[in-house]
């Protein structure tokens, strides 16, 4: 991931590696799928990893913090759990697989962020809470 401080001219890398390696399987690196801001605090940046990661950093990138302990903990729950295969996390996948993420300025502080088994809303310091949006899926 590169970042800019100085209008574009220059694109250095952020020093950080900021993939935990979660979830890796072999022919399918991991590779940054989303990056959100939030609309009121501009200097908190997100950053979803494909089948990896999510992070959320209150410096303007600088330094990253990961985002998933709370995706491990939902992804104990039998209706979250699923693997397609090919990675080696088991029943994890399911969690840290990005598909979205979002920020409203109506909702300040919030993000939304949607894998491939539910949509999720972050709450203070980062955790992850299911919206439980299927309760209105027919």
């Given amino acids: 991931?590169?970042?800019s401080e100085d209008g574009d001219d220059n694109w250095p890398r952020i020093p950080q590696e900021i993939s935990p390696d979660?979830?890796?399987g072999e022919g399918f690196d991991s590779r940054i799928i989303r990056i959100t801001f939030d609309p009121s605090w501009p200097d908190d940046i997100y950053v979803a990893l494909e089948v990896s990661d999510i992070f959320?950093?209150?410096d303007d990138g600088k330094?990253?913090?990961d985002m998933s302990a709370s995706l491990f903990e939902l992804a104990?729950?039998?209706?979250l759990q699923s693997s397609i295969g090919g990675r080696h996390c088991g029943h994890y996948?399911?969690?840290l697989d990005s598909h979205a993420l979002a920020i409203s300025s109506?909702?300040?502080g919030s993000a939304f962020f949607a894998l491939r088994m539910a949509l999720f809303r972050s709450g203070n310091g980062g955790v992850w809470y299911d919206t439980n949006i299927d309760k209105f899926c027919y």
């Fill in 76 to 79: 104990e729950q039998p209706n």
């Fill in 106 to 108: 109506a909702a300040p």
């Fill in 93 to 95: 996948e399911c969690m």
């Fill in 63 to 65: 330094i990253l913090n």
């Fill in 22 to 24: 979660h979830c890796e």
């Fill in 56 to 58: 959320w950093s209150t």
């Fill in 1 to 3: 991931m590169y970042c």
